[in-house]
């Protein structure tokens, strides 16, 4: 007996089980056209139950969460939930059950510390407005500091933020300490000390903060125009070309190309606001703008 196919064509080349004619389909049926009889009345797809709109080549499976490197089991733990339906005895055992499973998944020191710190890692990249692939390149540097050892005497808070903070600075996403700790658990120099450890024992593939990435972002804050924002980008350009950048505050140098595009373009800043928002003081801002007068 010959297997009829999946109705995707209108005629299909397979035989009736009865007579031995041709079958075809009509909607989700399978008829043989010489007897009449109904072969199947149901169309099996055997293919995926998701949709992709992805670009490339990829076949995701449909089997709960994606692996993600901000999770010390890396999302592959279950939970045991909560309902409101289930009532007295059933509910206390549900409850002890849950106890001891939250308990068996955390069974090392090492893991509770991951557990911990990936938590605040979690809330300072929300807190920060940051993409997903910078909290997941923090989680793999606090990963790789605890198998260098880099943890001990040192606080879990200044290491969470000094992951984000180097997270950012091998990205080129412009953040800087002070953002970064005014939304920390710990102290500037917690997070200092976490982060001098990292860079000197991972060699963290990090160069000097460009002035530019800190203008859109200053130019935002202070309401200020593209005009304004566009020739304090040429500013940028021009101090780093002369030089002008070379060991100074990159954010104070993008604060004092703001506050030059500003002037020449009559817009009403002071030297405090466009400080105040570099998080520099206005004789940081005054410095790059008088070097960048001189060199007119």
């Not at 064509?9 to 041709?22: M, V």
């Not at 089997?63 to 206390?92: C, F, M, N």
């Not at 997903?132 to 969470?160: M, P, T, V």
């Not at 703001?258 to 206005?282: I, S």
Request: net charge neutral.
């Amino acid at each position: 007996m010959s297997e009829a196919r999946s109705p995707d064509d209108a005629t299909l080349t397979t035989t009736c089980p009865e007579c031995d004619g041709r079958l075809h389909a009509e909607g989700q049926e399978t008829v043989c056209g010489d007897c009449g009889l109904v072969v199947s009345e149901y169309t099996i797809d055997h293919g995926p139950e998701w949709r992709s709109f992805a670009d490339d080549d990829r076949n995701p499976k449909r089997t709960g969460a994606p692996l993600t490197q901000s999770r010390h089991d890396r999302g592959l733990s279950t939970e045991i939930g909560r309902s409101t339906r289930v009532k007295g005895r059933k509910r206390r055992r549900l409850a002890r059950m849950r106890k001891q499973h939250n308990r068996a998944r955390i069974s090392t020191k090492r893991e509770r510390n991951q557990v911990y710190a990936f938590t605040e890692i979690r809330r300072l990249t929300s807190a920060l407005s940051l993409p997903e692939r910078i909290r997941d390149h923090a989680c793999s540097l606090f990963k790789s500091a605890q198998n260098e050892d880099l943890l001990r005497g040192r606080s879990l808070e200044g290491f969470a933020a000094a992951c984000v903070y180097a997270a950012c600075r091998v990205a080129n996403v412009s953040r800087t300490v002070g953002e970064v700790v005014a939304e920390a658990k710990a102290t500037e120099a917690e997070q200092s000390a976490a982060y001098d450890a990292l860079n000197r024992d991972l060699g963290l593939p990090v160069g000097p903060v460009d002035p530019v990435e800190y203008v859109p972002r200053f130019a935002s804050r202070l309401d200020l125009s593209r005009d304004v924002e566009r020739r304090a980008r040429e500013y940028a350009a021009e101090a780093a070309a002369e030089g002008i950048s070379v060991g100074r505050n990159p954010s104070g140098v993008a604060a004092g190309c703001l506050y030059t595009a500003a002037r020449d373009l009559d817009v009403e800043v002071t030297q405090t606001e466009a400080a105040d928002v570099a998080d520099v003081t206005p004789v940081t801002l005054r410095k790059t703008y008088v070097a960048l007068r001189d060199d007119e």
